[in-house]
């Protein structure tokens, strides 16, 4: 069993998965053109369920629809993405600080650390498989802040996720290779454990930071 369980999708929910994990590895790279039937042939699926899909990860900021042409990826904007991490980092680390106040059950630190060892696992493996690593990696950082008792924060906070995947997978390479993303993880999940709020909401603020740093160079932290 994994760590993090989920219903089995429906079909719809099956093509904006695949479709936005096709986006988030960049198997669709950023600005190419999204053709329906194409796309429903690929996936095997019919053109409305993959329309559907379409719109859903528009409201994402994922797909860009352009009136009277079709759809297509959104480019890779730097200054988007730093909006989206901006954001982040006014929600994100106060409810990690919320989660570990709310005096989570002690099952919900057992999940954590078998879904830490999962993205450990998927972190280091060779070959590397983005798509897997993704989608533990968005399973993890929404599993932490689960107990934060805000069911409209959580949601906002995966969307963000959803957008922001493609930069977390750039930053691998960038902020000192696997073994340091195993690092921060892990200090995340031990901070956790430890009940220290204040701790581990610093820790996730440089953490999410980082990838602001080495990818989206972000002048007001000093990047390039």
């Known amino acids: 069993m994994t760590a993090i369980e989920v219903s089995p999708p429906t079909r719809g929910e099956w093509v904006v998965e695949r479709l936005r994990g096709a986006i988030v590895v960049g198997e669709l ?39 009277q042409r079709g759809a297509r990826v959104a480019p890779l904007d730097v200054a988007a993405g730093l909006d989206v991490y901006r954001i982040r980092l006014m929600l994100e680390p106060s409810a990690l600080a919320a989660a570990v ?51 409209w924060l959580l949601r906002i906070s995966r969307q963000l996720a959803h957008h922001s995947a493609r930069y977390q997978l750039l930053s691998l390479g960038l902020r000192g290779g696997p073994d340091h993303v195993v690092a921060e993880h892990t200090q995340l999940a031990a901070l956790v454990a430890d009940r220290a709020a204040d701790e581990a909401q ?13 990818v989206l160079g972000d002048p007001a932290a000093g990047g390039s």
């Open 202 to 214: 610093e820790a996730l603020r440089r953490h999410i930071q980082d990838t602001v740093d080495h």
């Open 29 to 67: 790279p950023p600005g190419s053109r999204l053709r329906t039937a194409e796309l429903a042939a690929r996936f095997g699926v019919s053109p409305t369920p993959l329309r559907e899909a379409l719109q859903r990860l528009a409201a994402e900021g994922l797909v860009e629809l352009l009136p």
């Open 101 to 151: 106040n709310a005096n989570p059950a002690p099952q919900w630190g057992q999940r954590v650390a078998a879904a830490l060892d999962e993205l450990n696992h998927l972190t280091v493996a060779t070959p590397f498989e983005p798509l897997a690593f993704s989608a533990m990696h968005t399973g993890f950082h929404q599993l932490l802040l689960e107990p934060c008792q805000s069911p």
